[in-house]
């Protein structure tokens, strides 16, 4: 019996031929590590729907920003929370903010750690909505108005990017403009542009307590089942001013991920969220699985379909196992 001329098993032989031919590499340079901060002080709070994760206090994230540099992690993504909700949200944009003042604090005790900042209402309306809420509908406009008093606030406290997750039509332009306006020319933006209305958020709607309070966010977040859709929103946040633009989830959508590589040339983030984090966190708890070699094939997986920057909760254990 004759045997092909190419054995591609020749390659897989040892380890050090399999790093050798390794075609996807992994380098903590592409990971941002996502953070919680709410009011208060002295605050280290471990999320039950999260275990790994806490909710810090400005004063004490200060701390975890220090580890995760320490670990050369490049960036953090920050997301708030209050106690102070109201109709819009007005807490979000509060100069003396739980975000403004974690921006203030990092950026002051860590400087060289890129601070990202989500730009949102939903952890401060009393609706759990992302926009404001009129006549049970949510006003597009009157939103991106708010939204850009937000990211400017996170500007002028120090944030190195801003990162708007609402998915309001126009935000993008909005912010853009807020921010030449007021002399931040060098502040970029990360668009959550393809931001699906996903199963898999759960965790974090519980972490972030943005819960909506009556319906769903399907009327502005993409359907699964809209590819076009999503690669003309992601056309128009860089027609906008987007510097980076996000898919999220990633898992779900790694063939977005693969498209938007394909067809645009600004850098590309994809968001391993809570409910992803979760499946392997809960799987390995029951030996279903092994924990380690889940999360770098999970993030392999998602550098492989073209993302340049993965927002993940795995980060700080990536980042170890990649030491």
Known sequence: ???????LRRLRTSPAMRRLV????IDVDDLVYPLFVKDGAGLVEPIKSMPGCSRFSPDTLVTEANDVASLGIPAVLLFGSTSKKDKTGSAAWDEDGSVQQAVKAIKKAVPQLVVITDVCLCSYTDTGHCGIVKDDRIDNDETCHLLAKIALSHAQAGADIVAPSDMMDGRIEFIREALEKNAFHETAIMSYSAKFASAFYGPFRDAADSTPAFGDRKSYQLDPANDRQAMNQISLDIEQGADIVMVKPALPFLDIIYR???RFDV???????????MMINSAADTGSL???????????????AGADIIITYFAKSAAKLLT
Do not use: W
Not at 1 to 7: D, E, L, T, V
Not at 22 to 25: A, D, W
Not at 267 to 277: C, D, H, M, R, T
């Open 290 to 304: 092994e924990r380690d070699a889940a999360i770098m094939e999970t993030l392999c997986s998602i550098k492989r």
């Open 267 to 277: 850098p590309i983030a994809a968001y391993n969220v809570s409910g992803e984090y």
């Open 260 to 262: 938007a590589r394909q």
């Open 1 to 7: 019996m004759s045997f092909p001329q190419n054995r």
């Open 22 to 25: 390794h075609q996807t590499r």
